[in-house]
């Protein structure tokens, strides 16, 4: 089993940055995605962005899309999500996710599709 623990998380203000981390650790060999997913007060946990293994298929949600940027260190088994131009809407539990079954032609962004998670940290964006 991975066992996968955010940092990063706080409270920022509109327009601001911040950047999350996520260290694997324990089964991390054989990893093919890592993910993050966030979570809002009241709503379901959403696909917010995907890397594979060599960082040369990945993916956003539109409403992150040209403002969030994922990338990974193997050598660190680290991913990363750099957060710029947040909005009040971005608000959320940001989980980390992972899965070594990803396809490399059909990326994973659903929940069901990773089988180890990170307990979340929370970002906070003020208007």
């Known amino acids: 089993q991975v066992q996968l623990v955010e940092s990063g998380g706080g409270l920022v203000q509109a327009g601001g940055s911040l950047r999350l981390s996520c260290a694997a650790s324990?089964?991390?060999?054989?990893?093919?995605?890592m993910a993050w997913f966030r979570q809002a007060p009241g709503k379901e946990r959403e696909f917010v962005a995907t890397?594979?293994?060599?960082?040369?298929?990945?993916y956003y949600a539109d409403s992150v899309k040209g403002r969030f940027t994922i990338s990974r260190d193997n050598a660190k088994n680290m991913v990363y999500l750099q957060m710029n131009s947040l909005k009040p809407e971005d608000s959320a539990v940001y989980y980390c996710?992972?899965?070594?079954?990803?396809?490399?032609?059909?990326?994973?962004?659903?929940?069901?599709?990773?089988?180890?998670w990170g307990q979340g940290t929370q970002v906070t964006v003020s208007s």
């Open positions: 890397i594979n293994w060599r960082s040369d298929t990945i």
């Open positions: 996710a992972a899965t070594r079954s990803g396809s490399y032609y059909r990326p994973p962004k659903k929940e069901d599709e990773y089988d180890s």
């Open positions: 324990g089964r991390a060999f054989g990893i093919s995605h």
